[in-house]
């Protein structure tokens, strides 16, 4: 199975650059696998696609403000992208450092505030064990120094508005530096409208991390190793999960992270308890799925690990044809932009 078959073209004035006026005033590509069909409708429309006795699951992870400007002693200007905190104590986590020079063991950098930054080694070949002092307020600071990491394709800087847009209505537990996107369609209405109709809610937590802004690498898919990303599973999750199924009802995943979660906690026989630790599953076609009954995601990029795993999800063949659709009726795409409801 080869990366390129994975990819496809996409006009650039359908990346999404902000997100809409209204939160949940997206667009909602439905997609029926067992009947082959597609739908268009709008994303609060997912409440007559959910049926009572339904558990949608959704990610409950914030987004950290994790994108730091700061200079060297010497004077070049360099970037400081937290990735996540390590547990070697203090303030001590691995990022990524864009600088004009690759740095070398010992750099300090200068940020905010008087706050430091000093490189200490390498921690990966994309990443660096950078400690931050003083250690004391540092998530505080972080707040108030740091800016929220939009991705690349967002071709514009961070403003105030994606403090609130960037984030879920939902989220909770801080760690991600990315957003599980799905959710940001999400409103405190919709959820009550759902609720109403008897669909229940769950919560996982997945911390976005980088594998989400790396490429794929490797040529042949198999070859590709995922980063691994921080998880829990509360008790109370697993058991609303149990209870679903043996009800007849549905598991919906309210995005990849979630569906990732699920998938890596499974047993093979699908059964499912709490738990907590590092998730690294990689999931592409041909992968049978223990939990996700239903998915709902946003569109992915050419190439990526997620669209390996709607592919799967989906069957990729239909995935593309449902992709061409949305091209051709000018949906919005990636992060801020519209999404799709996969049964």
């Known amino acids: ?57 959704l990610n409950e992870t914030r987004v ?63 990443t660096w064990t ?14 108030k120094a740091g800016s929220m990491p939009l991705p690349p394709y967002i071709r514009r800087p961070a403003g105030s508005e994606d403090r609130e847009r960037y984030q879920t209505v939902f989220a909770r537990v801080k760690g991600a530096v990315a957003a599980p996107t799905a959710g940001l369609h999400m409103t405190p209405e919709l959820l009550d409208r759902l609720a109403s109709k008897g669909v229940a809610t769950a919560a996982v937590t997945l911390h976005v991390g980088l594998g989400t802004f790396l490429p794929v690498r490797v040529n042949n898919v198999e070859d590709h190793r995922m980063h691994r990303e921080s998880f829990n599973i509360p ?44 998730a690294d599953i990689f999931i592409y076609p041909g992968y049978r799925f223990k939990i996700t009954d239903g998915l709902i995601t946003n569109f992915h990029l050419p190439k990526s690990t997620l669209l390996m795993l ?24 990636f992060s801020y932009g519209d999404a799709m409801f996969i049964e």
């Open 1 to 57: 199975m080869l990366i390129e078959e994975f990819d496809y073209s996409l006009p650039q004035e359908l990346i999404a650059q902000d997100p809409p006026l209204r939160r949940g005033e997206s667009r909602l590509l439905h997609l029926e696998r067992a009947a082959g069909t597609i739908a268009e409708t709008s994303f609060p429309g997912i409440a007559e696609r959910l049926r009572g006795g339904d558990l949608l699951v």
């Open 64 to 126: 950290i403000p994790a994108r730091l400007t700061g200079h060297k002693e010497s004077g070049g200007r360099t970037e400081v992208f937290l990735v996540r905190r390590l547990l070697s104590g203090g303030e001590t986590w691995e990022c990524l450092i864009k600088a004009s020079k690759i740095p070398r063991p010992g750099t300090v950098i200068l940020l905010a505030d008087g706050v430091t930054a000093q490189v200490a080694e390498r921690c990966g070949s994309e």
């Open 130 to 143: 950078v400690r931050f002092t003083p250690e004391a307020g540092f998530d505080e600071w972080l707040e």
């Open 235 to 278: 008790e109370e999750t697993a058991q609303a999960i149990r209870e679903t199924r043996r009800n007849g009802g549905r598991v919906i995943a309210l995005g990849t992270t979630v569906c990732r979660t699920l998938e890596h906690a499974a047993a093979e026989d699908g059964t499912i308890e709490a738990a907590e630790g590092e």
């Open 310 to 333: 709607v592919s799967a999800f989906a069957g990729k063949e239909f995935l593309f044809r449902a992709y061409e659709e949305a091209i051709s009726r000018r949906f919005r795409f």
